[in-house]
């Protein structure tokens, strides 16, 4: 996985990784100038914001197979949520389905 130095969720790249990990998939996370000689690179964005709790707003998640894009997915909280309750989940269950539809899309795509 590359690391993505201007995400600052909380948790996030380790959840990522968590979630990655109970697929069975061994998952390092590298600088992106470590990860040319990859054969599968999944690289990530996520912002959050504030909605009288600092929330997940959106993620995108895309997964790269010799630099070939193989997998994707992204979440994205459309007009703060309005009264979606979902909203105020904890970022791993938001993180959860977003890797479980990247692998279902990288599965497809084969």
């Known amino acids: 996985m590359e690391h993505n130095s201007r995400v600052y969720v909380d948790g996030f790249e380790s959840d990522l990784v968590n979630r990655l990990e109970t697929y069975g998939i061994k998952t390092r ?3 992106p100038e470590q990860t040319a000689q990859c054969s599968y690179v999944l690289k990530y964005t996520a912002d959050e914001q504030y ?3 600092i929330i ?3 993620a995108e998640l895309k997964l ?3 630099k070939q894009r193989i997998g994707f997915a992204e979440y994205k909280l459309h007009r703060s949520g309005g009264t979606d309750f979902s909203k105020y989940q904890r ?3 938001k993180i959860n389905r977003l890797v479980d539809n990247m692998l279902l899309s990288a599965r497809t795509a084969k």
């Open 91 to 93: 970022n791993e269950a």
């Open 64 to 66: 790269y197979q010799c």
């Open 29 to 31: 996370v590298l600088e």
């Open 51 to 53: 909605n009288l709790a």
């Open 56 to 58: 997940l707003s959106a």
